[in-house]
């Protein structure tokens, strides 16, 4: 575990690329967010504390249906992260879990596996060719910036993840909810994605949306 955690640690601090003005910036989460970051903690005020973190030393909540619990160290978890171009997440993947198809828009990922045997893999935007590969423990794998990609169990136990991104916050869009938990109508879903409406429909009810905004029942 030791062993695994340094690795983790050497893999993450190269991504720390960002141009930086001054030794640190400490979020001021009570302050709006800008391009360039959110504003800066006064340093006076800064302690050691700010740059400890504890929050992917046990699983995260679950994210259904997925079977799968996240754990997120970005900046508005961890504001010491701010202006940095550094996030990690943990995923514990429980036996027959996934994590969907998804994208993020604003960072690149490199993953390590601290436990479990798992599926991965990428699709690329200019020929839509399938990257896929077996991992283990002690395996890495990267996913490029914007990219759809994805992760399942292939185990009968659960498989533990770290990631670690190109950004404090890489943002997330995952494609079963922007397909299916939007508020679109399902006509409209239905021609777009050429599933029958009827299937739609279903989805949309299976990821929780009820209604259309005009108050249509699904």
């Known amino acids: 575990?030791?062993?695994?955690?340094?690795?983790?640690?050497?893999?993450?601090?190269?991504f720390s690329d960002a141009l930086k003005v001054q030794d640190f910036c400490i979020a001021n989460l009570l302050l709006p967010s800008?391009?360039?970051?959110?504003?800066?903690?006064?340093?006076?005020?800064?302690?050691?504390?700010?740059?400890?973190?504890?929050?992917?030393?046990?699983?995260?909540?679950?994210?259904?249906?997925?079977?799968?619990a996240l754990a997120s160290a970005y900046v508005a978890q961890f504001p010491a992260l701010n202006g940095l171009g550094l996030g990690a997440t943990r995923v514990d993947i429980a036996r027959g879990g996934v994590v969907p198809l998804h994208a993020h828009p604003e960072g690149s990922e490199i993953l390590f596996v601290l436990e479990g045997t798992l599926s991965a893999g990428f699709v690329g935007a200019e020929t839509?060719?399938?990257?896929?590969?077996?991992?283990?423990?002690?395996?890495?794998?990267?996913?490029?910036?914007?990219l759809l990609h994805y992760q399942?169990?292939?185990?009968?136990?659960?498989?533990v993840?770290?990631?670690?991104?190109?950004?404090?916050?890489?943002?997330?869009?995952v494609t079963d909810f922007a397909l299916f938990a939007n508020l679109l109508p399902a006509d409209v879903v239905s021609k777009v994605t050429f599933i029958t409406e009827a299937e739609v429909m279903r989805l949309k009810r299976f990821f929780g949306i009820r209604s259309l905004p005009t108050g249509q029942p699904i």
């Open 1 to 14: 575990m030791a062993k695994a955690a340094v690795l983790f640690l050497l893999v993450l601090l190269p």
């Open 34 to 68: 800008t391009p360039a970051g959110y504003p800066c903690k006064p340093r006076a005020l800064a302690t050691a504390n700010d740059f400890y973190f504890r929050g992917l030393a046990g699983p995260g909540p679950t994210v259904p249906p997925f079977n799968a």
């Open 128 to 146: 839509n060719a399938a990257y896929t590969k077996t991992l283990n423990k002690g395996d890495l794998f990267v996913f490029p910036q914007g």
């Open 152 to 159: 399942y169990n292939l185990g009968n136990a659960t498989a």
């Open 161 to 173: 993840v770290f990631s670690a991104y190109s950004s404090s916050d890489p943002g997330l869009q």
